[in-house]
């Protein structure tokens, strides 16, 4: 959905915020229902991950291309995002955690 939502950002806004915005919900969703049925896993925990940073890659492509003058913060944004959701899951992997 987070990608689907990407090709109305420009020419539709709203249906872009609609449907991104369902797509962070269902994320939420998603994590809580594993959760509660017991069905989580390393994989999971690591899909999750790299689905959530890909969202936020989106979300934050989306906004450079509207603000242009602001594209090197944006661009670090992503960097920072990454780089540090990557550490902190790769440090919690090591330790032996089935989750971030």
Request: charge should be negative; aromatic fraction near 12%; charged fraction near 15%.
């Amino acid at each position: 959905l987070a990608l689907a939502s990407m090709f109305f950002a420009l020419a539709e806004p709203w249906k872009f915020v609609a449907i991104y915005s369902f797509s962070m919900w269902l994320d939420a969703v998603d994590g809580v229902a594993a959760r509660a049925l017991k069905q989580t896993s390393r994989f999971g925990a690591v899909l999750d991950m790299v689905t959530d940073r890909f969202t936020s890659a989106i979300l934050l492509a989306v906004l450079s291309h509207v603000y242009v003058a602001q594209l090197p913060l944006f661009l670090g944004l992503m960097v920072l995002d990454i780089g540090s959701h990557w550490c902190q899951m790769y440090s919690s992997l090591v330790e032996g955690g089935d989750s971030h």
